[in-house]
């Protein structure tokens, strides 16, 4: 029995979609070969030290 590309479409979104109570139906992991593109990577350069202000936010009061 063939059906029509919406049909395939609901199909496979109905497969594949999130649940409030699971993730949604993949392979497990990102097939990067078939992404357009490819990966991005951020080169930007690094300005602080990561989390830097989340430790002295720890360690100082928040301004009232």
Do not use: C, F, I, N
């Amino acid at each position: 029995m063939s059906t029509g590309p919406v049909e395939r479409a609901l199909s496979y979104h109905g497969r594949t979609k999130h649940h409030l109570d699971r993730d949604a139906r993949a392979l497990g992991y990102l097939d990067w070969s078939t992404q357009p593109g490819g990966p991005v990577e951020d080169t930007r350069p690094m300005t602080r030290a990561p989390y830097e202000h989340l430790e002295r936010a720890r360690r100082e009061p928040a301004p009232r």
